[in-house]
């Protein structure tokens, strides 16, 4: 079976022979009381790498989230209304502990965005939007947002879990970019006083959290919310986001940046012959839709013929679509049997 629905989008793996081994899991220690030097380097590791000043790790985007939110301290919290369900989850945090208004605002709406901070009337908003949208693969404004909510006094918190390690600094090369330091990097700025929040889970294969920005406001987080309620994460995790952020890997992970994207134009320019809609911007969630063809039926007949993929039904897209996850590790094989194997599908739906 060729699966198509990993979101390990380099093919990076961290094999327990590859990360040295480990004497225990976990200390048991809340990570406020004192965390490894490993999870500290990995933190301004990734910190350099966003050009943020600095950075903490948390065990997962979710706790980081509700952290941010929290130490922010918001009278008013408003959010992309098609955003990862983990930044409704962290607003809605604040909103039970601090009795804070929850608002959404239009899609990467600007416009929006001004008059939905406008109406709530709060001094120290907080703007919540993802980085990259992989429901219609394309980056939020964030220069943009983060002017608004700075004219409102507040603070710009992006998640942009799905892009780190993926995007990165072009510089004229195109492409995913050089470095993988995420959405912002790729669009060519960097952020004032943006708080950015990166599971390391998709693009490098490591189940570690990393927030980045004001080193007043890092301060605060290292001593505060889930830190106090959870342990740092546990060794090998640890062990394998040091791997994946040092430096000896960065050829390789741009190696592994160029042919991933090599993968995504081969499946995007084969699916248009298909006479198929691509969605959006390259990027590894590659969504398409058929024309009066229901994409459940398709994941079947793919299935069928040894290929496994999504349906899925994306909050922003009008109908829901067929997607594939890709990965750098996949091979200009594994691209035309799957365009070979939709090819029979779509005839059989045809002749049905």
Request: charged residues 20%; aromatic residues 4%.
């Amino acid at each position: 079976m060729l699966d198509l629905t990993s979101s390990l989008f380099l093919g990076l793996h961290h094999s327990s022979d590859e990360l040295g081994g480990w004497a225990t899991l976990t200390t048991g220690r809340a990570a406020a009381l004192g965390e490894p030097d490993l999870a500290r380097r990995v933190a301004a590791r990734v910190a350099a790498n966003q050009r943020a000043v600095a950075g903490v790790v948390h065990r997962s985007a979710l706790h980081a989230l509700v952290d941010v939110v929290d130490v922010l301290a918001p009278t008013a919290v408003v959010v992309d209304a098609h955003a990862y369900p983990l930044a409704g989850l962290a607003a809605g945090s604040a909103a039970a502990r601090r009795g804070a208004t929850v608002r959404t605002f239009a899609h990467h709406d600007v416009g929006d965005a001004r008059r939905v901070l406008t109406g709530t009337g709060a001094r120290r908003p907080v703007l919540v939007t993802d980085g990259w949208c992989v429901g219609c693969n394309r980056p939020a404004p964030l220069a943009e947002l983060e002017r608004v909510v700075l004219a409102h006094g507040g603070t710009l918190v992006v998640d942009d879990t799905q892009a780190y390690g993926v995007l990165g600094h072009r510089s004229g090369h195109g492409g995913f970019g050089l470095d993988g330091g995420g959405t912002w990097r790729w669009s060519g700025g960097r952020p004032v006083s943006a708080v950015q929040v990166v599971s390391l889970a998709k693009g490098l294969g490591a189940p570690v959290a990393v927030t980045t920005g004001p080193r007043a406001l890092v301060g605060q987080l290292t001593t505060h919310g889930t830190r106090w309620h959870s342990s740092a994460p546990t060794s090998a995790d640890l062990l394998a986001a040091d791997r994946a952020t040092a430096p000896r890997l960065r050829d390789e992970l741009a190696g592994r940046r160029r042919r991933l994207w090599s993968v995504v134009q081969a499946l995007r320019d084969g699916l248009r012959r298909l006479g198929l809609r691509v969605a959006g911007l390259p990027f590894p969630l590659v969504h398409v839709r058929a024309p009066s063809v229901d994409p459940v039926r398709l994941v079947h007949g793919l299935g069928a013929l040894g290929i496994r993929g999504l349906a899925l039904a994306p909050a922003c897209h009008p109908a829901p679509t067929l997607t594939f996850a890709l990965r750098a590790d996949l091979t200009d094989r594994d691209v035309h049997r799957v365009l070979a194997a939709l090819r029979e599908v779509l005839a059989q739906e045809v002749a049905a």
